[in-house]
Protein backbone atom coordinates (compact mmCIF):
# COMPACT_ATOMS: atom_id res chain seq x y z
CA UNK A 1 0.00 0.00 0.00
CA UNK A 2 1.56 3.42 -0.94
CA UNK A 3 0.82 6.23 1.03
CA UNK A 4 2.24 9.83 0.30
CA UNK A 5 1.94 13.35 1.79
CA UNK A 6 3.73 16.00 3.10
CA UNK A 7 7.34 14.54 3.54
CA UNK A 8 6.02 11.18 3.61
CA UNK A 9 6.46 9.10 0.77
CA UNK A 10 6.29 5.14 1.77
CA UNK A 11 4.82 1.76 1.57
CA UNK A 12 2.95 0.38 4.27
CA UNK A 13 1.21 -3.57 4.62
CA UNK A 14 -2.46 -3.39 2.64
CA UNK A 15 -5.25 -3.35 5.03
CA UNK A 16 -8.56 -4.69 3.53
CA UNK A 17 -10.56 -1.89 5.18
CA UNK A 18 -8.34 0.99 2.98
CA UNK A 19 -8.63 1.65 -0.84
CA UNK A 20 -7.09 4.14 -3.32
CA UNK A 21 -8.24 7.16 -2.21
CA UNK A 22 -8.33 6.93 0.95
CA UNK A 23 -7.20 9.24 3.38
CA UNK A 24 -4.72 8.13 6.84
CA UNK A 25 -3.46 9.87 9.51
CA UNK A 26 0.50 7.90 9.58
CA UNK A 27 0.83 6.75 13.55
CA UNK A 28 5.07 6.73 12.07
CA UNK A 29 5.77 4.30 15.35
CA UNK A 30 3.13 1.80 14.21
CA UNK A 31 1.83 2.08 10.39
CA UNK A 32 -0.78 -0.70 11.29
CA UNK A 33 -2.74 1.55 13.76
CA UNK A 34 -2.46 4.52 10.94
CA UNK A 35 -6.13 6.14 10.93
CA UNK A 36 -8.59 6.07 8.52
CA UNK A 37 -10.42 9.08 8.18
CA UNK A 38 -14.01 9.65 7.26
CA UNK A 39 -14.63 9.31 3.00
CA UNK A 40 -17.07 11.56 1.62
CA UNK A 41 -17.48 8.91 -1.04
CA UNK A 42 -16.69 4.91 -1.74
CA UNK A 43 -17.21 2.57 -4.46
CA UNK A 44 -17.24 -1.02 -3.69
CA UNK A 45 -19.02 -3.94 -5.95
CA UNK A 46 -19.55 -7.54 -4.89
CA UNK A 47 -16.47 -9.33 -5.13
CA UNK A 48 -15.73 -11.50 -8.51
CA UNK A 49 -15.70 -15.17 -8.22
CA UNK A 50 -18.11 -17.55 -5.96
CA UNK A 51 -16.81 -16.14 -2.57
CA UNK A 52 -19.41 -13.54 -1.22
CA UNK A 53 -17.40 -10.40 -0.52
CA UNK A 54 -17.30 -6.74 -0.59
CA UNK A 55 -14.52 -5.48 -2.66
CA UNK A 56 -13.32 -1.73 -2.21
CA UNK A 57 -13.07 0.22 -5.63
CA UNK A 58 -11.77 3.47 -4.44
CA UNK A 59 -12.49 6.60 -2.24
CA UNK A 60 -13.17 10.27 -2.14
CA UNK A 61 -14.01 10.41 -5.59
CA UNK A 62 -16.07 13.90 -6.44
CA UNK A 63 -16.53 13.02 -9.98
CA UNK A 64 -16.59 9.56 -11.83
CA UNK A 65 -16.18 9.09 -16.36
CA UNK A 66 -17.59 6.45 -17.12
CA UNK A 67 -15.50 5.31 -19.81
CA UNK A 68 -16.65 3.53 -23.15
CA UNK A 69 -15.79 3.67 -27.02
CA UNK A 70 -17.80 4.34 -29.99
CA UNK A 71 -17.21 0.82 -31.33
CA UNK A 72 -18.36 -2.95 -29.98
CA UNK A 73 -17.02 -1.98 -26.49
CA UNK A 74 -20.19 0.36 -26.30
CA UNK A 75 -23.43 -1.95 -23.72
CA UNK A 76 -25.94 0.60 -22.53
CA UNK A 77 -26.64 -1.77 -19.77
CA UNK A 78 -23.28 -1.91 -19.16
CA UNK A 79 -23.30 2.10 -18.52
CA UNK A 80 -26.39 1.88 -16.49
CA UNK A 81 -24.28 -0.65 -13.72
CA UNK A 82 -21.50 2.20 -14.14
CA UNK A 83 -24.17 5.02 -13.12
CA UNK A 84 -26.15 3.10 -10.30
CA UNK A 85 -22.79 2.55 -8.50
CA UNK A 86 -21.77 6.08 -8.73
CA UNK A 87 -24.93 7.42 -7.34
CA UNK A 88 -25.17 5.37 -4.98
CA UNK A 89 -21.63 6.50 -4.07
CA UNK A 90 -23.42 10.42 -4.11
CA UNK A 91 -20.80 11.09 -6.80
CA UNK A 92 -21.18 12.95 -10.32
CA UNK A 93 -21.39 10.81 -13.05
CA UNK A 94 -20.66 12.05 -16.39
CA UNK A 95 -20.93 9.96 -19.63
CA UNK A 96 -17.50 9.74 -21.60
CA UNK A 97 -17.21 8.10 -25.36
CA UNK A 98 -14.18 7.68 -26.76
CA UNK A 99 -12.66 6.78 -30.17
CA UNK A 100 -15.23 9.00 -31.70
CA UNK A 101 -12.66 9.61 -35.13
CA UNK A 102 -13.06 6.09 -36.14
CA UNK A 103 -16.50 5.74 -36.46
CA UNK A 104 -19.06 7.70 -39.18
CA UNK A 105 -21.43 7.15 -36.40
CA UNK A 106 -20.49 8.64 -33.13
CA UNK A 107 -23.81 10.94 -32.79
CA UNK A 108 -25.45 7.65 -32.55
CA UNK A 109 -23.52 6.10 -29.85
CA UNK A 110 -24.30 9.79 -28.05
CA UNK A 111 -27.66 9.70 -28.27
CA UNK A 112 -28.21 6.19 -27.58
CA UNK A 113 -26.08 7.30 -24.42
CA UNK A 114 -28.21 10.66 -23.86
CA UNK A 115 -30.88 8.83 -23.52
CA UNK A 116 -30.07 6.97 -20.23
CA UNK A 117 -31.07 10.18 -18.15
CA UNK A 118 -31.47 13.29 -18.45
CA UNK A 119 -29.31 14.85 -15.10
CA UNK A 120 -25.94 12.23 -16.32
CA UNK A 121 -24.07 14.42 -18.73
CA UNK A 122 -22.58 12.92 -21.94
CA UNK A 123 -19.35 13.62 -23.66
CA UNK A 124 -17.82 12.32 -26.64
CA UNK A 125 -13.49 13.16 -27.00
CA UNK A 126 -10.86 11.54 -28.84
CA UNK A 127 -8.59 10.44 -26.24
CA UNK A 128 -5.40 11.01 -28.06
CA UNK A 129 -5.94 14.44 -29.03
CA UNK A 130 -5.41 17.10 -27.06
CA UNK A 131 -8.96 17.73 -26.52
CA UNK A 132 -9.33 15.98 -23.34
CA UNK A 133 -7.62 18.49 -20.53
CA UNK A 134 -9.62 21.47 -22.10
CA UNK A 135 -12.72 19.54 -21.75
CA UNK A 136 -12.42 18.34 -18.52
CA UNK A 137 -10.81 21.24 -17.12
CA UNK A 138 -14.20 22.31 -15.22
CA UNK A 139 -14.19 19.06 -12.65
CA UNK A 140 -10.28 19.10 -12.43
CA UNK A 141 -10.10 21.75 -10.34
CA UNK A 142 -7.71 22.01 -7.01
CA UNK A 143 -9.23 20.33 -4.14
CA UNK A 144 -11.15 17.85 -6.83
CA UNK A 145 -11.05 14.08 -7.41
CA UNK A 146 -11.93 12.86 -10.56
CA UNK A 147 -11.75 9.02 -11.70
CA UNK A 148 -11.96 6.98 -14.96
CA UNK A 149 -14.29 3.53 -14.65
CA UNK A 150 -14.87 1.44 -17.37
CA UNK A 151 -13.50 -1.68 -19.75
CA UNK A 152 -9.87 -2.28 -20.52
CA UNK A 153 -8.82 -0.69 -24.21
CA UNK A 154 -11.68 2.15 -23.80
CA UNK A 155 -8.46 5.31 -23.16
CA UNK A 156 -8.70 5.18 -19.59
CA UNK A 157 -4.92 5.42 -19.08
CA UNK A 158 -4.26 7.47 -22.63
CA UNK A 159 -6.78 10.01 -20.88
CA UNK A 160 -5.09 9.71 -17.77
CA UNK A 161 -2.09 11.09 -19.49
CA UNK A 162 -3.57 13.50 -21.21
CA UNK A 163 -4.52 15.65 -18.29
CA UNK A 164 -1.32 14.67 -16.19
CA UNK A 165 1.03 15.83 -19.46
CA UNK A 166 3.07 13.55 -19.90
CA UNK A 167 2.95 9.63 -21.06
CA UNK A 168 3.15 7.98 -17.38
CA UNK A 169 1.37 4.78 -17.76
CA UNK A 170 1.49 2.67 -20.60
CA UNK A 171 -1.41 2.12 -23.05
CA UNK A 172 -2.16 -0.70 -25.67
CA UNK A 173 -4.24 -0.48 -28.72
CA UNK A 174 -7.87 -3.11 -29.01
CA UNK A 175 -8.14 -6.13 -30.21
CA UNK A 176 -9.21 -5.49 -33.93
CA UNK A 177 -11.04 -8.66 -34.38
CA UNK A 178 -14.08 -8.03 -31.07
CA UNK A 179 -12.96 -4.32 -30.07
CA UNK A 180 -11.34 -5.50 -26.59
CA UNK A 181 -9.18 -4.24 -24.65
CA UNK A 182 -5.77 -5.55 -23.19
CA UNK A 183 -5.09 -5.03 -19.47
CA UNK A 184 -2.80 -2.39 -19.34
CA UNK A 185 -3.77 -0.70 -15.64
CA UNK A 186 -3.81 -3.95 -13.77
CA UNK A 187 -4.01 -1.92 -9.73
CA UNK A 188 -5.72 1.61 -8.96
CA UNK A 189 -3.36 4.66 -8.99
CA UNK A 190 -3.89 8.24 -8.15
CA UNK A 191 -1.90 10.83 -9.72
CA UNK A 192 -1.40 14.62 -9.19
CA UNK A 193 -2.73 16.84 -11.71
CA UNK A 194 -0.95 20.18 -12.88
CA UNK A 195 -4.08 21.86 -11.61
CA UNK A 196 -3.69 20.66 -8.06
CA UNK A 197 -6.51 18.32 -8.78
CA UNK A 198 -6.13 14.39 -8.53
CA UNK A 199 -7.52 11.66 -11.17
CA UNK A 200 -7.48 7.59 -10.38
CA UNK A 201 -7.13 5.31 -12.98
CA UNK A 202 -8.79 1.94 -12.61
CA UNK A 203 -7.99 -1.10 -13.95
CA UNK A 204 -11.03 -2.65 -16.38
CA UNK A 205 -13.67 -4.89 -14.82
CA UNK A 206 -14.84 -7.09 -16.33
CA UNK A 207 -17.47 -8.17 -14.01
CA UNK A 208 -19.53 -5.43 -12.24
CA UNK A 209 -21.44 -6.98 -9.33
CA UNK A 210 -23.80 -4.45 -7.51
CA UNK A 211 -24.46 -4.59 -3.95
CA UNK A 212 -25.86 -1.81 -1.24
CA UNK A 213 -27.10 0.12 -4.34
CA UNK A 214 -30.72 0.27 -3.98
CA UNK A 215 -30.27 3.87 -3.81
CA UNK A 216 -28.51 4.05 -6.90
CA UNK A 217 -30.69 1.83 -9.31
CA UNK A 218 -33.76 3.99 -7.82
CA UNK A 219 -32.03 6.95 -8.37
CA UNK A 220 -31.68 6.02 -12.37
CA UNK A 221 -34.71 4.68 -12.91
CA UNK A 222 -36.44 7.05 -11.04
CA UNK A 223 -39.57 7.58 -13.66
CA UNK A 224 -40.38 3.67 -13.14
CA UNK A 225 -39.93 3.67 -9.24
CA UNK A 226 -42.66 6.01 -9.40
CA UNK A 227 -44.62 4.13 -11.77
CA UNK A 228 -44.52 1.27 -9.40
CA UNK A 229 -45.78 3.28 -6.32
CA UNK A 230 -49.01 3.62 -8.57
CA UNK A 231 -49.27 -0.12 -9.25
CA UNK A 232 -51.84 -2.23 -7.22
CA UNK A 233 -49.88 -4.41 -5.56
CA UNK A 234 -47.34 -2.66 -3.25
CA UNK A 235 -44.71 -5.67 -3.98
CA UNK A 236 -45.57 -6.33 -7.88
CA UNK A 237 -42.96 -7.66 -9.85
CA UNK A 238 -44.49 -5.61 -13.15
CA UNK A 239 -44.74 -8.94 -14.94
CA UNK A 240 -48.60 -9.90 -15.06
CA UNK A 241 -50.00 -8.63 -12.16
CA UNK A 242 -53.41 -6.97 -12.99
CA UNK A 243 -53.07 -3.47 -11.89
CA UNK A 244 -49.51 -3.05 -12.90
CA UNK A 245 -48.85 0.93 -13.69
CA UNK A 246 -45.11 -0.02 -15.39
CA UNK A 247 -46.78 -2.61 -17.25
CA UNK A 248 -49.51 -0.60 -18.67
CA UNK A 249 -46.80 2.57 -19.49
CA UNK A 250 -45.24 0.02 -21.40
CA UNK A 251 -48.20 -1.36 -23.48
CA UNK A 252 -48.47 2.51 -24.14
CA UNK A 253 -45.36 2.74 -25.56
CA UNK A 254 -44.28 5.06 -23.01
CA UNK A 255 -41.93 2.46 -21.31
CA UNK A 256 -39.18 0.61 -23.10
CA UNK A 257 -39.58 -2.50 -22.53
CA UNK A 258 -35.73 -3.47 -22.64
CA UNK A 259 -35.31 -0.76 -20.13
CA UNK A 260 -37.30 -2.24 -18.18
CA UNK A 261 -35.94 -5.64 -18.27
CA UNK A 262 -32.41 -4.07 -17.03
CA UNK A 263 -34.00 -2.41 -14.05
CA UNK A 264 -35.66 -5.13 -12.54
CA UNK A 265 -32.58 -7.26 -13.68
CA UNK A 266 -30.46 -4.76 -11.50
CA UNK A 267 -32.71 -4.52 -8.67
CA UNK A 268 -32.92 -8.21 -8.06
CA UNK A 269 -29.13 -8.63 -8.30
CA UNK A 270 -28.75 -5.78 -5.94
CA UNK A 271 -31.24 -7.23 -3.31
CA UNK A 272 -30.20 -10.94 -3.52
CA UNK A 273 -26.37 -9.89 -3.49
CA UNK A 274 -26.74 -7.87 -0.67
CA UNK A 275 -29.13 -10.27 1.27
CA UNK A 276 -26.50 -12.85 0.70
CA UNK A 277 -22.98 -10.24 1.70
CA UNK A 278 -25.53 -9.18 4.86
CA UNK A 279 -25.93 -12.62 5.78
CA UNK A 280 -22.07 -14.15 5.63
CA UNK A 281 -21.48 -11.06 7.60
CA UNK A 282 -23.73 -12.05 10.29
CA UNK A 283 -26.01 -9.16 9.81
CA UNK A 284 -29.82 -9.36 9.04
CA UNK A 285 -32.13 -7.00 8.07
CA UNK A 286 -34.85 -5.58 5.56
CA UNK A 287 -32.62 -6.77 2.38
CA UNK A 288 -33.61 -10.35 2.95
CA UNK A 289 -37.13 -9.51 2.51
CA UNK A 290 -35.72 -8.06 -0.94
CA UNK A 291 -34.08 -11.04 -1.77
CA UNK A 292 -36.95 -13.15 -1.47
CA UNK A 293 -39.24 -11.15 -3.20
CA UNK A 294 -36.71 -10.94 -6.03
CA UNK A 295 -36.42 -14.53 -5.72
CA UNK A 296 -39.76 -15.22 -6.44
CA UNK A 297 -40.47 -12.88 -9.17
CA UNK A 298 -37.26 -14.85 -10.62
CA UNK A 299 -39.55 -17.87 -10.30
CA UNK A 300 -42.16 -16.34 -11.97
CA UNK A 301 -44.41 -17.08 -8.78
CA UNK A 302 -46.65 -15.08 -7.34
CA UNK A 303 -47.17 -13.60 -3.60
CA UNK A 304 -48.45 -10.56 -3.93
CA UNK A 305 -50.56 -8.80 -1.37
CA UNK A 306 -52.98 -5.69 -1.74
Given at each position: MHVAGDGIDQILAPRSDVTVGDWLLLDQSDPS??????????????????????????????????????????????LERYIALVLEAEITPV?????????????????????????????????????????????????????????????????????????????????????????????????????????????????LQLTDAASGISGLFADLEELAAQCKFRDCSHRAEPGCAVRAAVEAGVVDPERLARWRRLTEEEAINSASLSTRSGKRGPKGKAARKALRAKSGRRYNTP
Open positions: QSELLARKSLLKRRAPGKELQVQLIAANIDTAFIVSSCNQDFNIARILLTKPDLTAEAEGYVSEAARISPDVEVLSVNARSQAPREMLAPWCKPGQTIGFLGSSGVGKSTLTNALIGHSKIATQAIREDDARGRHTTTSRRIHLLPEGGLVMDTPGMRE
